[in-house]
């Protein structure tokens, strides 16, 4: 699943258009991170948590994760958080911290309107597609760099999970 989701988050990064998430329940562990690899996020406000849960569980994030985190979530305390006190943010806390853009009322059905709404006002603006994709990749460089790298991102350069990894997320799904 590491290298799968790697590329998932490349492909997020490359797309030549604006990207937004549209998260209308819990976004944890790799759901943080999906939807961390948009451009914008919209959280659901009434139901749902932000959460890394990898502490909790026992799992170490790839250094493409730490990427993520540092760019997509700049605010040290904030991050810190998130990742080391393993903290379930609401929308309305997500969004006054800086780590979603827009805590939305109304349902999940609401989040995705407001997303489609969103998405159509961009579309609108009629960017050069390639220009807006290598602005992505220059804002969120560090990002770039660590999932356009090879191998799965744990810092070995395998290009594969240690067995003692596994083992530990075997273990950590059957406690979920």
């Known amino acids: 699943m590491v290298g799968g989701l790697r590329r998932a988050v490349a492909d997020l ?5 604006p990207t937004i998430a549209a998260v ?15 451009d914008y996020v919209l959280m659901r406000a009434d139901r749902g948590f932000f959460y890394m849960s990898e502490l909790d569980i026992g799992i170490r994030l790839t250094d493409y ?3 993520a985190l540092r760019n997509k979530i700049p605010a040290a305390r904030t991050r810190r958080d998130v990742v080391m006190r393993a903290a379930r943010m609401t929308a309305a806390e997500a969004e006054s911290a800086g780590v979603v853009d827009r805590a939305v009322g109304g349902g999940a059905a609401a989040v995705v309107e407001e997303a489609v ?3 159509e006002e961009l579309a609108a603006r009629n960017w050069d ?6 602005v992505r990749k220059g804002v969120f460089a560090e990002m770039w760099r660590a999932v356009a790298e090879e191998g ?5 350069g395998d290009g594969d999970e240690d067995d003692e ?6 273990a950590a799904r059957s406690r979920l």
Not at 24 to 38: D, I, K, P, Q, W
Not at 152 to 156: A, L, Q, S, T
Not at 165 to 170: I, L, N, Q, S, V
């Open 13 to 17: 990064l490359s797309l030549p258009m």
């Open 24 to 38: 209308t329940g819990h976004a944890v562990a790799a759901g943080c991170l999906l939807a961390l690899s948009h």
């Open 65 to 67: 994760f730490n990427a």
């Open 117 to 119: 709404r969103m998405g």
């Open 129 to 134: 597609s390639e220009v807006y994709a290598s």
């Open 152 to 156: 799965d991102g744990d810092g070995d």
């Open 165 to 170: 990894e596994k083992e530990k997320k075997g």
